[in-house]
C-alpha cells in the first residue's frame, strides 16, 4: 500500500473532538500544504436532546464543515454511530470494510486519533477501532494519539511525546472552536484547558503555543 506523505487523516468521536485536540496542527499542516482529512465517528446528536435529532445533526455536520474550510481541510466525513454505542454499532453497522476504504482512498502518512486514557468512553472506543483497523489491514503509518479530556497523562509515559508548535495557528484554533456555536457549555467547560495545555507545551520547547501527541505507531 502507497502512502501519500502529505496526507494527513484525523480519526474523531465527535464533530468538534479535531479541533479541541490536533485543531492547531491541522491548521498549520494545512497551511504547509498538506492533505488533511477528518473522519468522525457520531453526529453527536445527544449534545442537544431538547431538540430533534435531525436539527441536531443538521446544525452539527453544518458547523463542522463549515470549520473544516476554514482550517484549510480538504473535507469530513461522517460515519453515522450513535454515541455511546460506538464498540456495537462498528460491528453491527459494518464499518470496518467502510473504514478501511476510506484509508485506502486517502493513504495517509500520518494519523491522529483519541487517546487510549481518555476519560470520555466513546473516546477510547475510537481509539480501539482505529487501532484493530490498522491491525486487520496491515497498513503501517505514524498513529499519534491526542487528548481532550485527558489531564494527566500517567498511562501515555511510555510512549514517544512529540510536540509541535503552533504558535502561528493557535489564534486559528480559537476561531474555529468558536463556530461551534451549538456547543456552547462544552466550549465554555473546556476553554481555559485548550489555554493552559497549548502554553505548557509551548514552554517544553520554547515557543508560546504548542501541542503535545503520543506515537503509538
Known amino acids: ?30 497551511k504547509e500544504g498538506k492533505k488533511v482529512y477528518t473522519i468522525i465517528f457520531s453526529y453527536g446528536e445527544g449534545s442537544h436532546p431538547w431538540f430533534q435529532r435531525t436539527y441536531t445533526i443538521k446544525a452539527r455536520v453544518k458547523e463542522a464543515r463549515e470549520v473544516d474550510k476554514f482550517i484549510g481541510g480538504s473535507g469530513i466525513i461522517f460515519l453515522g ?11 453491527s453497522k459494518k464499518m470496518y470494510p467502510k473504514l478501511k476504504k476510506l484509508m485506502l482512498q486517502y493513504s495517509p502518512d500520518r494519523i491522529f486519533t483519541h487517546a487510549i486514557d481518555d476519560p470520555h468512553p466513546d473516546h477510547r472506543a475510537v481509539n480501539k477501532c482505529v487501532v484493530e483497523t490498522l491491525d486487520r489491514m496491515k497498513y503501517e503509518c505514524e498513529v499519534y494519539m ?6 494527566f497523562n500517567f498511562k501515555k509515559r511510555d510512549y514517544v ?13 480559537i476561531k474555529a472552536l ?15 484547558s485548550i489555554y493552559w495545555r497549548a502554553w ?15 506515537k503509538i505507531r
Open 178 to 192: 468558536r463556530m461551534f456555536q451549538s456547543q456552547g457549555f462544552a466550549l465554555f467547560s473546556l476553554m481555559w
Open 81 to 91: 454511530i450513535e454515541e455511546n454505542k460506538v464498540i456495537e454499532q462498528f460491528k
Open 161 to 173: 511525546k512529540i510536540v509541535v508548535d503552533i504558535s502561528g495557528t493557535f489564534k486559528t484554533k
Open 200 to 214: 505548557i507545551s509551548g514552554l517544553g520547547i520554547h515557543v508560546k503555543y504548542a501541542e503535545e501527541f503520543y
Open 146 to 151: 491526542f487528548d481532550v479530556w485527558t489531564i
Open 1 to 30: 500500500m502507497v502512502k501519500d506523505k502529505d496526507s494527513v487523516l484525523v480519526i474523531c468521536a465527535h464533530a468538534d473532538d479535531h479541533i479541541f485536540g490536533p485543531g492547531g496542527t491541522i491548521a498549520k499542516y494545512a
